[in-house]
C-alpha cells in the first residue's frame, strides 16, 4: 500500500500574474499536462487571449480580472475558478513588478504598495485557499520567488525585502502544514526575461545592469525563458505525493566555452 493516495489526474490551478511571462507559461504547461487552469491578472483581455489559445488547444481554461492587492478582487477570482473547475488543487502564485529605485529615494507609500502586491497579495491568496486544501487533505501552492534573496540587487529594495517576505512566509507555513497532505514551495528564478523591467528607460536599465555588473551578479549575458521556470514549477506540482520540494532555484546556463572543452 502507498504511503499517500497519489495525486489525482485533473488537478484545477490557479494561477496569478498570468497575463504574461513565467505566469502565463506555467499556465500553458499545466493545461497541457491535462489541468483545468483559471489565470488571474489586471490586463484581463491578456489572460482572455492565453485561456482562449489553450482551449483551442484542448485544453481547459478560463480568465478572470484580478488585483492581488484587492481582497475582494482575490476573494472573487476564487470563486470563479472554483465554480468553472471545483476546488483548487494548485495555486501558482506570482503577481508583481518592481520599481527600479533606491530605497532611501523610494517613497514610503510606493515602497508599501509593493508589499502589498507581492507578500501581502500572497497571503490573500492563501487565506482564501489554503483552508480548504487542508480540510481535504491534499494540494500544491507554489510561491514564486527571485534569487534577490540570495544575492540581493541594488534599486530594488522594496522588492528583495517583498521577496524575502514571501520565502519566510512559505517556511513558517512548510512548518504549520506538514501533516496536513498540503505543500507551500518556492520557485527562485533568476533572471528571466519577463515583462517586469521592460518599462524603464534606457538610463535606468543602463544604470540597474552597472550595478549588477559592479556586485557580481552579472556572469555572463544569458537569461532564462518564462518556459524555462514554468518547467521548474511544474516539477514541483507533479512531484508524487511524500515527496516535498521544498526550494528550487533555477539560473540561466552560460553558452558552452569551447576552450572549456
Given at each position: 500500500?502507498?504511503?499517500?493516495?497519489?495525486?489525482?489526474?485533473?488537478?484545477?490551478?490557479?494561477?496569478?500574474?498570468?497575463?504574461?511571462?513565467?505566469?502565463?507559461?506555467?499556465?500553458?504547461?499545466?493545461?497541457?499536462?491535462?489541468?483545468?487552469?483559471?489565470?488571474?491578472?489586471?490586463?484581463?483581455?491578456?489572460?482572455?487571449?492565453?485561456?482562449?489559445?489553450?482551449?483551442?488547444?484542448?485544453?481547459?481554461?478560463?480568465?478572470?480580472?484580478?488585483?492581488?492587492?484587492?481582497?475582494?478582487?482575490?476573494?472573487?477570482?476564487?470563486?470563479?475558478?472554483?465554480?468553472?473547475?471545483?476546488?483548487?488543487?494548485?495555486?501558482?502564485?506570482?503577481?508583481?513588478?518592481?520599481?527600479?529605485?533606491?530605497?532611501?529615494?523610494?517613497?514610503?507609500?510606493?515602497?508599501?504598495?509593493?508589499?502589498?502586491?507581492?507578500?501581502?497579495?500572497?497571503?490573500?491568496?492563501?487565506?482564501?485557499?489554503?483552508?480548504?486544501?487542508?480540510?481535504?487533505?491534499?494540494?500544491?501552492?507554489?510561491?514564486?520567488?527571485?534569487?534577490?534573496?540570495?544575492?540581493?540587487?541594488?534599486?530594488?529594495?522594496?522588492?528583495?525585502?517583498?521577496?524575502?517576505?514571501?520565502?519566510?512566509?512559505?517556511?513558517?507555513?512548510?512548518?504549520?502544514?506538514?501533516?496536513?497532505?498540503?505543500?507551500?514551495s518556492v520557485v527562485r528564478p533568476g533572471p528571466t526575461m519577463t515583462g517586469m523591467g521592460?518599462?524603464?528607460?534606457?538610463?535606468?536599465?543602463?544604470?540597474?545592469?552597472?550595478?549588477?555588473?559592479?556586485?557580481?551578479?552579472?556572469?555572463?549575458?544569458?537569461?532564462?525563458?518564462?518556459?524555462?521556470v514554468a518547467t521548474a514549477i511544474a516539477a514541483v506540482v507533479h512531484t508524487p505525493r511524500?515527496?516535498?520540494?521544498?526550494?528550487?532555484?533555477?539560473?540561466?546556463?552560460?553558452?558552452?566555452?569551447?576552450?572549456?572543452?
Amino acid at each position: 500500500m502507498p504511503r499517500f493516495a497519489p495525486h489525482p489526474q485533473r488537478r484545477p490551478a490557479l494561477i496569478t500574474g498570468a497575463s504574461s511571462g513565467i505566469g502565463a507559461a506555467t499556465a500553458t504547461l499545466l493545461a497541457a499536462s491535462g489541468h483545468p487552469v483559471a489565470l488571474g491578472a489586471r490586463r484581463a483581455h491578456k489572460c482572455e487571449e492565453i485561456a482562449a489559445t489553450i482551449r483551442a488547444s484542448g485544453g481547459e481554461a478560463v480568465a478572470c480580472a484580478l488585483d492581488v492587492a484587492d481582497s475582494d478582487s482575490v476573494k472573487g477570482f476564487v470563486s470563479a475558478a472554483t465554480e468553472a473547475f471545483g476546488d483548487p488543487e494548485i495555486v501558482i502564485s506570482g503577481a508583481g513588478d518592481l520599481d527600479a529605485t533606491r530605497v532611501h529615494e523610494l517613497d514610503s507609500e510606493a515602497f508599501a504598495a509593493q508589499l502589498q502586491v507581492h507578500l501581502v497579495g500572497a497571503h490573500r491568496l492563501v487565506s482564501h485557499v489554503v483552508p480548504g486544501m487542508v480540510a481535504r487533505g491534499r494540494g500544491d501552492i507554489v510561491f514564486v520567488s527571485s534569487d534577490v534573496v540570495r544575492v540581493p540587487r541594488t534599486r530594488m529594495g522594496a522588492y528583495v525585502a517583498a521577496k524575502n517576505g514571501v520565502e519566510g512566509m512559505t517556511r513558517a507555513m512548510a512548518m504549520e502544514l506538514e501533516g496536513t497532505g498540503v505543500r507551500a514551495s518556492v520557485v527562485r528564478p533568476g533572471p528571466t526575461m519577463t515583462g517586469m523591467g521592460m518599462s524603464w528607460d534606457a538610463e535606468t536599465t543602463g544604470a540597474v545592469l552597472e550595478d549588477w555588473v559592479k556586485w557580481g551578479v552579472a556572469r555572463h549575458p544569458y537569461f532564462l525563458r518564462p518556459e524555462d521556470v514554468a518547467t521548474a514549477i511544474a516539477a514541483v506540482v507533479h512531484t508524487p505525493r511524500g515527496t516535498h520540494l521544498t526550494l528550487v532555484e533555477v539560473q540561466p546556463e552560460a553558452a558552452v566555452d569551447k576552450e572549456k572543452r
